[in-house]
């Protein structure tokens, strides 16, 4: 019957990890991240769930004769950022798999 106590510390161990996984998920949902390019000329903004939340362009860029090159700038734009996210994601995430060998976890 010893192994039953050690079975109910893991346990608790494991309630306290995930609530502060939790916490962290949380946390990372509410930052925001943002990527800027062509010299600041356009501008994307996403939180830690992955939505675009803000899109900037500088009226110098937009011009008609050259529309590709403004789709590409937010193509870029927009990949940086969800770049910056995931980053930060499995930065932080990566703290309570670590060592565990759970293949799929962040």
Known sequence: MKGMGNMGNMMKQMQKMQKKMMQAQEELHEMTFEASVGGGMVTV???????????????????????EMLQDLIITATNEV?????????????????????????
């Open 45 to 67: 903004t996403a939180n830690g769930k992955k939505e675009i939340t803000d899109v900037q362009i500088k009226e110098e860029v937009v011009d008609p004769d050259d529309i």
């Open 82 to 106: 969800l770049n910056q996210v995931d980053e930060k994601t499995n930065a932080v995430m990566g703290q309570f798999t670590k060592g565990l060998n759970m293949p799929g976890m962040f």
